[in-house]
């Protein structure tokens, strides 16, 4: 095997890229090692371009095995790797979002990125993925502007910035970390974030980008020496210029009416309409071709060069709004179905989001079973965006990338403000559905929830809202931040920056950009901006509810805990679960016991209450001193059995009976009767408990007479 190996230092640990001929098919391959965390990244790019494509073809693929990690994991019927988790298609996310724009997109070529996870430890593989794919690719013959370097950067167990930490510290869910942040970029710019954040102050963010965009520089350096000394020759691929027949038949037909559809008001429909209308155009304009992607590229970019030239220069936005200006904001809270356990419904200009909230008890979590993490997840959120969202018509009921992803981002987002388990045991399943869409329906998601959570009586800790802002940018001194972008500045923009939070501070960040990166002054800048904006979203939605119900749905089920001696689960559950599965069918609650003893009962319609009544009276320790009443269950020579609970007896002796001589117990007891008893000695070994009428109530037999008289 042909090997050699290059190595740097980032975040006190090394990382290493070894380069071998074990995929030596590949256009770029390369094994990046930190700790003992490997992935290998391929990159391949097709011989021939795809004619009438009509967009650059990126595939990224990060694909998890089972053995990085030593498990054996897959269904019980099924022990190999099925489709992609949910955490490896947010990696490739992460991937595909740092490396697309430095391609240039007029490529009709198709390029493949595959990273494969092949051993796995406490380092973040996703970090080592995103510098792997920029290595493969920029050693490879594929045309493309890399370099670019990624770490993580954040404040954990300390409070002090730390690169690259153990995954442990990020991915538990009761880690104490202050904030997280995933950083992708390029020559001193940042073109990828991905950030959790418990209400941290912009400026703080800002702080830990700039140390951020150091240490990037370092992989960036790191890989431009490997690339000198091992890159290969980039190919030339030849592009395509449009004829002047049809340059000349745009600017005749298209190009004077361009400005006027651009800025008529919200939405893309008279945009869209003469684009349209230049689609036909051309189709009759040139009857012997099949193929129209430059003509439909060269809409775009004109399009794209008119919003620019505005907002930079005129500061003018297609809808009339003014930079900082979000749409109109609709909030409602509940009023849908008192079926729901908690419902809210957001508008913002166009974009509108119904959001769903629905209670469990703990038995209804999530589990996660991961290479680096097995967890129970006890807060999720969903995102679907059906084709109706868009007024198109599609595939409806398959889950995407997209929805994966902007589900992933609320969750992140509203997590940082729920309440803890102890405060609140339930399981919590968010479902947002993006009605109507035109910008950001992800942050309108997260306002949607936040009503929808309050309606629901959850806790928590503050209503989040988010912001997607924009930039069109020409130069870094010569540029414009946009508040709230919809239509033809989310999909023309250089920047869609996704900024969610409370009044306290961010609890949330995503980055994608269509430039090669953006300054960290113009982030702070626009960071800055997102909030007087989230502060308007925030006074509507608290204007609506102001704070959580003081009650859950009546709906909701109920759940109860209690605590038990943890020597005593292996009664409450039996053999084979055959106890906890009876007191299960007779109450129709469902129980789960923690290894600490907590218990905790879910159930509607008093189910939970029976079924704490009978777990209570099974493990509960009786104590010297106790007072209590049971039923006379069996009368013996020397005394009488008394039935404490359904699940114990205890015995009071003949001399224990009354403060007077008994000759025979059934002189002054029957059977079936129900008196008094004190405990006054427990026997542990032979789980005997002696009992006393006469000291619970010496008068009880007197009581007995003058009842009988």
Known sequence: MQKKEYSVEIGGKTMTAMFTDLAEQAHGSVMLKYGETIVLATA????????????????????????????????????????????????????DRTLRPLFDQSIRHAVQVIVTVLSVDENDPTILAVNAASLALAVSDIPWAGPVGCVRIGKYDKD???????????????????????????????????????????????????????????????????????????????????????????NENILPKMEEAIFSGAGKAKIDALHTTWNDLVKDKFTEREDFSLEDNLFDETENEILHKKAIEENRRADGRKMDELRGLYAQAGGLSSQLHGSGIFYRGGTHVLSVLTLGGPEERNLVDGLQLKVEKRFMHHYNFPPYSGGEV????????????????????????????????????????????????????ICASSLALMDGGVPIKAPVAGIAMGLMHATDEKYKILTDIQGPEDHHGDMDFKIAGTRSGVTAIQLDVKVEGVPVKILGEAMRQSKAARLQILDVIEKEIAGPRANISANAPKILIIKINPDKIGLVIGGGGKTIKDIKERTGAEITIEDDGTVYLTGKDGSAEKAKTIVEEMTHE???????????????????????????????????????????????????????????NIDIEKSRIGLSIKEADKDFFNHQKNGAR
């Open 44 to 95: 391949c790019m097709s011989k021939d371009s795809h004619a009438g494509l009509g967009f650059f073809n990126l595939t990224v693929d990060y694909t998890e095995k089972f053995y990085a990690a030593g498990k054996i994991l897959g269904s019980r019927f099924v022990r190999r790797e099925g489709k992609p988790s949910e955490e490896a298609i947010l990696a490739s996310r992460v991937i």
């Open 622 to 680: 009786f104590k010297v001193g106790e007072t209590l009443k049971g039923e006379v269950v069996k009368i013996a020579d020397f005394g009488a059995f008394v039935r404490l609970n359904d699940f114990t007896d205890g015995m009071v002796h003949i001399s224990e009976m009354a403060p007077f001589r008994v000759e025979r117990v059934s002189d002054i007891i029957k059977e079936g009767m129900i008196v008094p008893v004190k405990v006054i």
């Open 160 to 250: 002090e910035l730390a690169i690259n930490p153990a995954q442990n510290l990020r991915l538990d869910e009761d880690a104490p970390y202050k904030f997280d942040l995933t950083v992708c970029g390029k020559n001193g710019n940042i073109n990828m974030i991905e950030a959790s954040a418990r209400q941290i102050a912009e400026e703080e963010l800002e702080v830990a980008l700039t140390k951020a965009s150091e240490e990037i520089t370092k992989l960036e350096d790191f890989q431009k020496k490997i690339v000198k000394e091992i890159g290969k020759e980039k190919r030339i691929i030849e592009k395509e210029k449009i004829s002047e027949e049809s340059a000349k038949l745009f």
């Open 394 to 445: 599609g595939r409806a009921g398959f889950t995407n990338r997209r929805e994966i992803g902007h589900g992933a981002l609320a969750e992140k987002a509203l997590a940082m403000v729920l309440p803890t388990v102890s405060e609140f045991p339930y399981t919590m399943r968010l479902v947002s559905e993006s009605m109507a869409s035109n910008g950001s329906t992800s942050q309108a998601s």
